[in-house]
């Protein structure tokens, strides 16, 4: 009842519809020829040019709006607009197709050739989460559930997959920055970003074919109309006392230079749950993302840059001592170590750069053809600091240098109904662990080297049914420098399994190089059927491998953000999956929807498995074993838009995924629970007012392997055998999130001001995937102010 008593009292006083305006125009080729049959994109909005070139689009919000205006056979006018009252875009397409940019087409006259359904974050949900991570901001997409290690490092999971199964191309890129890892967060800044979208499934074959759980697809601010403008976007958070500042410039053109620059600043202190400050959680990000682009009448070329800078906390509460600190922290749902706030950042914590530079070369071969290439070098850089003494307190205990060079060479031709694309990829990578630690890396030197080439078909059979088919091949080499203690050696049963990779023998340890080679083959096949004019239905399956990644085959220790020893495998192989799935695709209307249900059959699934506790002389740590069994996951995901009136709308997001381990006939641990939101909008004309009441529920996960262990924990001077209860999921829980905002016109700068409140009733609980679930609560009631100004 208190809820339906906070709605009403939220929404008092409110009275009237949010902002909607008219976008129009014509679209001409050159000589002011009108076309016929343009298609003008406003996000989800979507028009159609008539014969004499004339389109209108109704119902575009107030705020910044991406416009993609195409036809097939013309480069297409990509550009962002600030739209505050009806406004008049003309455009005039060149003839020559568009290069690398794939535009979605959901709602055409005739069937779109694109199978795959992307799935997008909206400008105002980036600028939302503006403080905080892509992790947090993809949580808003059907089917995306976060891993946490903590409350600030996030990584997406889609469809109960994550890390390496999930790859993240930035900038056209593949990001490179020690995503092994369950607590690394990918190495970007989020306010960098124009345009995120999220594919699920193994389609996306230009990028790789081991994407097995899908594919996060960043790309920057895009502008192709002479225009100058700019954002500043200053975000004050309680929990945490700190906030953040971005502000970004973009030169657009449709011949000539243009550029893009922004930056990113962040600082936080401890984050805190409704009981207690969690110590040592602060964080700090120093970050910068700037392009140059030459448009010329057949060509363009550019390039970038982008650096991302980061030092992140780790709550001290996850690092104990001995076998009864251990258990006492898993035990008594209290942390032991609690401290008074603090900005400064101490041990254990991550210290992370990541640099990105690219350069590409996009060519109009002909009216239907076009060649893309691109050169991009990586280098990240990735400190961990335990609780160290003396001369080692300011040394980390594990530092990881990873610099990648990669190219690629993209063809691509569109003729009436069918588009071809293909090309080839390769790339040389070198990770190097700094012995300087003092400590046997958890990951050891390597050099990498891969290769591949794809071939995609897309074909319009019909007005209403389209097919597209996709083939590629990979090669991958990798090869490894490590020591191994005789010890661990023996006890990984690798003696005289693996002697081959033996190279020196230094006492008590062995100086091995392990070298492994392999051959993937991956492939996609999808069909779209348009019903009717608003619903399509989408059938994919898609072939895809996996090789096992270097912390998979190596790690070997205490892995120090993670308060956990994780011990690799070299006899694991690679992954091989087949995933089916189909989409239901309802849009236009007051009633849009999306239901994907699908089915992911994986073969020698690589998983981390907890086993026992090791003592060392750092302390006693639970222990963590790669392993590889069979699983098969089935699951749905739904998506629904109502817009209930002039006054309200309404959205759901309904996500579940059932896993099993086959060859155990067990659950497959770590899967995500049911998760189910319900957001609320009132949108008002004064001002450009909303408000909105969101609920997100997060159900108990009922299906989990036993994996619980007992330890020797001296009672009395007397050893007694005590559960350690690591496997049995926290009970679920619901939070409650408000956001309200508001517009003000400050000249020809457009000021906004919102505020939100996260976990209204200030909730205390622990969430499944939160690897530090163990020890900590997550975090409490956060008040937000932010003001952003466009200009």
Not at 546 to 553: H, T, V
């Amino acid at each position: 009842m208190r809820i339906y008593i906070l709605i009403l009292a939220l929404l008092a006083g409110s009275g009237c519809a949010y902002s909607q305006h008219i976008i129009s125009g014509n679209v001409a080729a050159p000589q002011n020829k009108p076309l016929d049959g343009a298609h003008i994109h406003i996000e989800q909005w979507q028009g159609v040019s008539s014969p004499d070139g004339h389109y209108e689009v109704h119902g575009i919000p107030s705020g910044q709006h991406r416009v993609v205006i195409s036809y097939i056979g013309y480069k297409a006018l990509d550009t962002v607009v600030d739209v505050y009252s009806d406004m008049v875009l003309d455009a005039v397409l060149q003839p020559e197709s568009t290069q690398l940019k794939e535009v979605v087409l959901s709602e055409n006259n005739s069937v779109s050739k694109n199978t795959v359904h992307e799935q997008r974050l909206r400008t105002e949900t980036l600028e939302k989460y503006s403080n905080a991570s892509l992790g947090d901001a993809l949580k808003e997409i059907a089917g995306v559930y976060s891993l946490k290690t903590g409350s600030t490092i996030v990584k997406p999971v889609i469809n109960g997959l994550h890390s390496s199964r999930v790859p993240i191309i930035s900038n056209n890129v593949r990001l490179e920055d020690q995503q092994w890892g369950t607590e690394h967060a990918p190495n970007l800044d989020i306010n960098s970003a124009g345009r995120v979208s999220v594919i699920k499934g193994a389609s996306a074959l230009q990028y790789g074919g081991d994407a097995i759980g899908g594919l996060v697809v960043v790309e920057p601010v895009s502008v192709l109309k002479d225009t100058l403008f700019g954002r500043t976007i200053m975000t004050a958070d309680s929990n945490g006392r700190g906030g953040s500042l971005s502000s970004a410039l973009h030169q657009g053109n449709d011949k000539g230079w243009a550029w893009n620059e922004g930056g990113t600043f962040k600082y936080m202190g401890d984050r805190e749950t409704p009981d207690y400050v969690l110590s040592n959680t602060g964080n700090r990000e120093a970050n910068f993302a700037g392009d140059v682009k030459y448009i010329g009448n057949t060509y363009d070329a550019s390039v970038s840059y982008s650096f991302y800078n980061a030092t992140i906390g780790i709550a001290k509460a996850t690092h104990i001592g001995n076998v009864a600190d251990l258990v006492r922290a898993i035990n008594n749902g209290q942390p032991d170590v609690v401290e008074p706030f603090t900005y400064n950042i101490g041990a254990p914590r991550q210290e992370v750069q990541h640099h990105l530079a690219k350069a590409n070369f996009n060519k109009q071969l002909d009216d239907d053809s076009s060649l893309s290439l691109q050169y991009a070098f990586q280098l990240n850089n990735r400190k961990e600091y335990d609780l160290r003494r003396g001369n080692f307190a300011d040394i980390p205990a594990l530092d990881l240098t990873l610099a990648t060079h990669s190219v690629n060479a993209d063809w691509k031709q569109e003729k009436e109904n069918t588009t071809l694309k293909a090309g080839m990829s390769g790339s040389a990578q070198f990770n190097d662990a700094s012995p300087d630690t003092g400590i046997r890396p958890l990951i050891p030197t390597y050099d990498k080297y891969d290769a591949g080439a794809y071939g995609i078909v897309s074909h319009s059979f019909s007005e209403t049914l389209s097919g597209e088919a996709g083939l590629r091949y990979d090669f991958s080499h990798m090869s490894a420098t490590k020591y191994y203690q005789k010890t661990r050696w023996d006890n990984l049963g690798y003696n005289g399994v693996f002697d081959r990779f033996i190279t020196a023998d230094y006492g008590t340890q062995w100086l091995t190089n392990p070298e492994f080679t392999y051959h993937n083959i991956s492939a996609s096949l999808g069909i779209r059927k348009k019903l009717s004019t608003a619903i399509d239905l989408l059938a994919n399956a898609g072939l895809a491998m996996r090789n096992p990644n270097p912390s998979e085959l190596f790690s070997d220790g205490l892995h120090h953000s993670n308060g956990t020893i994780e011990l690799g495998n070299l006899a694991i192989k690679k992954e091989k999956a087949l995933k089916l799935s189909a989409t239901l695709l309802k849009t236009g209307g007051a009633f849009r929807f999306e239901a994907t249900p699908y089915l992911n059959a994986i073969t020698d699934f690589i998983y981390l498995s907890p086993t026992g506790v090791e003592y060392t002389i750092r302390g006693t740590f639970p222990v963590y074993n790669y392993r590889q069994d069979n699983v098969l996951m089935a699951g749905l995901d739904l998506h629904t838009d109502w817009d209930i009136s002039s006054h309200f709308s309404h959205s759901f997001n309904f996500a579940y995924v059932h896993a099993d381990n086959t060859t155990k006939n067990e659950p497959l641990i770590d899967m995500p629970p049911l998760n189910i939101s319900n957001t609320i909008r009132y949108k008002t004309d004064w001002h450009r007012l909303f408000m909105e009441l969101r609920s997100e529920a997060i159900f108990k996960q009922t299906r989990y392997p036993q994996n619980n262990f007992y330890a020797d924990v001296p009672v009395n001077g007397v050893l007694v055998p005590t559960l350690v209860d690591i496997s049995t999921p926290p009970d679920g829980y619901q939070l409650l999130h408000f956001t309200s905002g508001m517009q003000f016109s400050l000249g020809k700068t457009m000021a906004s001001i919102n505020v939100s409140v996260n976990n209204i009733f200030n909730t205390a609980y622990r969430d499944y995937l939160n690897r530090q679930r163990l020890y900590t609560d997550d975090i409490g009631r956060n008040f937000q102010l932010q003001l952003k100004l466009n200009y």
